[in-house]
């Protein structure tokens, strides 16, 4: 990036950092400039404010004002950048391009556009045979367009794969991202891609990454040999990557799981956790996995115990002899995370086990929300029908956490037809809550068990 | 992340030592600091109430950001006054909820710094999450470390602009 500052200033790119730092650094005639209150950052939808939500974003604006490109890192897996032009999920980095190609593209942007639709519209009709030819073109957008097109064609577009195999080294990232995404699409007859595509699971962009991570997982059992690597991308800085990875493995299914078993052992908590999750996304073929998830139960990092947790309950039904153990972590584990998705895993495995009510009843009061909410949802799944939850379930439609207040509400319905009378006007309360999710559950809810109150509060 | 506790430190030590001045300056200007105490209070009691704890693990497209940028500007308005209430709330024992408990205590040391306050207290909510594709940036006035104030309107009709958006300490 350095490197590429004088670049910028011999053309006609004028590149402005905004930071909330108050000790700004000097460099030359580059404006680094300070945001007190970080009201420019909220301006622009960068939420700076504290940790957490803290996310680099980059704005390119032509040369009228106008923005064209917005990067927010990590919004929209596969395709983080976006635009206007030419189709509203383009990936495109600035850092990458040269400053040549950078001016040329933001100055071309509207008149371009029309001759660009020409073209697309003519690719659009393009067979096979023409789309791998359509791989050479000069324009990255055209090349992109045309590993997206084969990637609609499926299976079908067997002939391309050399073709998308070599647009894996593409100079430009968003047309390896959509060589390696067709290649999935594909399916098992792309298998001569899978050692180019673990090669791109080292690419500098986190777009080009999570598509080489989404490429082996459509190739399938044969891109067996990419476990290793995918599950150190486990650990990839950008969280839809990490998580893609786990979708990946859980494609490539039962032949992953010997070598993800060595990994739940292994030294790093990444590996270990996505190894974990992986697991979980192979479902129930990964029955063989679950006493070795029943011993990372007791992980010493605390989301490799949670996510174990949670693949025993993707097992379901199989994993019934992880109760026991998951009985225990849903009231004594360290971390709350942790207690809730061992309480939701009970619920997935065996609504009948023994003791679940009580431990259900105990984790309404515990002090995380997430261990909480997970016990209000669960309790209405228990067989036989946990009336004894009841008088703990009324006192949780009184939780600070709105959604625990709507778990516990749809449970308690659920248990006790009679509490009808308190569950609607908790329900009609919720309709204004704040979040949106919220509210749509409370209105179906509503709607579900008192149609009349429902209508009466305005639901559609 | 490893600062995280260094940071937690920073800013309780914070706390201790301005605990006795922000007392002071609330003190003695009683008839202004009851109407911004009532504002600060306010915000407070809407954040305690609709900030909402995570319901699974941090993802990245958290909306809640502008609730507390609301919550921020809000105290910023309330000006010194809300100091008191803040240290008060912040405190381990304090009556509010762990989240209001932490927003207090991070929200302290920026609101102290006048600049930031100044910002805060005269931005414009509307424009919070305004800037969109295929539409004119919003334009702004922020100054380098050399006090020179720079304005995005100044580089219209004569150059490509890109802005970038970077985290302190990077």
Known sequence: MRDRLKDFERRDVQLVIVTTDTQLPVRGSLPILSDPGTVVSATYGVPFQFGGGNRPASFLMDRKGVIRFVYLAGMKPGHVYFSTEPRPDAHWSYDRLSPDELCRDIDGLAKRSADQEGKLAALCKADVPALIAALQENEAYLRAEAASLLAGIGPKAEAAVPALVAALADPIGFVRSEAAKALGKIGPKARPAVTPLVNLLKDPDEGVRWAAAEGLGGIGPDAKSAIPALLRLAGDPFQEVAERTADAVGRIGTAAVPELLSALKGHEAHVRLGAARGLGMIGPKAASAVSALIDALEDNHAPVRAHSAESLGLIGPAAASAVPALLKSSLQDRYGGARGKAISALGKIDPGAKGLADVLVAALADEDARARHAAASTLGQVRPVATEAVPALKAALKDRDSYIRLAAAASLSRIDPKSKDIVVPVLIALLKDLTADVRVGAAALLESIDPAAAAKAGVR | ?170
């Open chain 2, 1 to 170: 992340m490893p600062q995280q506790p260094f940071r937690t430190a920073l800013v309780l030590a914070l706390l201790l030592l301005f605990t006795a001045p922000a007392r002071m300056i609330a003190g003695p200007k009683k008839p202004d600091a009851a109407p911004g105490e009532e504002t600060a209070r306010d915000a407070l009691v809407k954040f305690d109430k609709d900030w909402k704890a995570y319901t699974n693990e941090p993802n990245l497209g958290d909306p809640r950001w502008k609730l507390k940028m609301e919550v921020l500007v809000r105290l910023a308005q309330a000006g010194p006054a809300a100091f008191p209430l803040l240290v008060e709330a912040a405190q381990e024992d304090s009556k509010w909820s762990a989240s209001t408990r932490q927003l207090a205590e991070e929200s302290l040391p920026m609101l102290r710094k006048a600049a930031w306050r100044k910002a805060l207290a005269d931005y414009d909510l509307a424009q919070m999450d305004s800037a969109r594709v295929g539409k004119l940036a919003p334009d702004f006035a922020l100054q380098d470390a050399t006090g020179t104030t720079y304005r995005l309107s100044q580089f219209r009709d004569k150059k490509i602009v890109v802005l970038a958006f970077v985290l302190a300490d990077t």
